[in-house]
């Protein structure tokens, strides 16, 4: 760890803690919910508590204006929904490319256990040797992902978020194993922050509910992408998400803060 990477990865946290708001999803999906207007989506997330967002190099424009000085991450992969296969992501910006729009760290997916992740290895490995030289953080998405793997293991959980640390991460995502006792193996398996993504939009209460696991867990939070972007109040779900894992709030209390309906 260098002087630089402790200092940015204290403009995309809070107090070792994390609530990033990825919205790459433009070039995954199209300009779906929340993002035709991204400038909005990002004032609005970034207003109700969000550390900070996340997006692809060519977004950077319309992002700086409007994230109430939170930090900024680039995603330096992608793929589409329509094209033949959603787990090949390729390379689609380096890490030069982040430092000249103004990014704090960058984010790299791979897909462990799919055809791809040979390939994917090697290229996340070549993001954080650079990373590094540059004193940028790196944001390693970590998905257990590919023939004959579920999705929700935590043994294979687990073995994703080691396999980031090993690599040279400095935070890592993963999906959620769907409990806080199972989660807690996949928290052990590393010593990096491990933060979840949220997948398809629930309802609040599920929402909250998987966060407040998270923590419990001893998870370091969330990069929840369309449960919060996607959102009719992106700015209330946002605050809810921040007060469980900046404020320890349990969901009744999360949700009660955040003005959302404390539905069963």
């Known amino acids: 760890?260098?002087?630089?990477?402790?200092?940015?990865?204290?403009?995309?946290?809070?107090?070792?803690?994390?609530?990033i708001v990825p919205m790459?999803?433009?070039?995954?999906?199209?300009?779906?919910?929340?993002?035709?207007d991204i400038e909005s989506t990002i004032d609005g997330v970034t207003s109700g508590g969000a550390d900070a967002v996340l997006t692809q190099k060519g977004i950077a424009p319309r992002v700086h204006e409007n994230k109430n000085g939170k930090g900024y991450i680039v995603h330096l992969n992608g793929s589409t929904t329509i094209g033949p296969d959603e787990n090949d992501k390729r390379v689609t910006g380096t890490v030069e490319e982040a430092i000249r729009v103004?990014?704090?760290?960058?984010?790299?997916?791979?897909?462990?256990?799919?055809?791809?992740e040979p390939d994917q290895l090697t290229q996340l490995s070549e993001v954080t040797e650079?990373?590094?030289?540059?004193?940028?953080?790196?944001?390693?998405?970590?998905?257990?992902?590919?023939?004959?793997?579920?999705?929700?293991?935590?043994?294979?959980?687990?073995?994703?978020?080691?396999?980031?640390?090993?690599?040279?991460?400095d935070i890592v995502k993963t999906g959620y194993s769907g409990d806080a006792d199972s989660f807690q193996h996949v928290v052990e398996s590393t010593r990096l922050p491990v933060v979840i993504a949220g997948g398809s939009k629930g309802t609040d209460r599920e929402t909250i509910e998987m966060v407040r696991g998270v923590m419990d867990a001893g998870g370091a939070g969330v990069s929840m992408g369309r449960s919060i972007f996607q959102h009719d109040d992106p700015e209330a779900i946002a605050r809810a998400v921040a007060g469980v894992v900046h404020h320890d709030l349990s969901t009744d209390d999360a949700l009660a803060e955040a003005g959302l309906a404390l539905e069963a």
Do not use: C, W
Not at 24 to 36: E, N, P, R
Not at 102 to 116: E, T, Y
Not at 139 to 165: F, I, N
């Open 1 to 19: 760890m260098t002087t630089g990477i402790d200092a940015r990865l204290e403009r995309i946290g809070t107090d070792g803690s994390y609530v």
């Open 24 to 36: 790459d999803h433009g070039i995954t999906m199209g300009a779906v919910q929340g993002l035709k």
């Open 102 to 116: 103004g990014a704090d760290a960058v984010s790299f997916h791979i897909n462990v256990g799919s055809d791809h």
């Open 130 to 169: 650079t990373a590094e030289r540059f004193g940028m953080p790196v944001l390693a998405m970590a998905y257990a992902r590919g023939p004959g793997v579920d999705p929700e293991d935590p043994e294979a959980l687990g073995h994703a978020v080691r396999l980031a640390e090993e690599l040279g991460a």
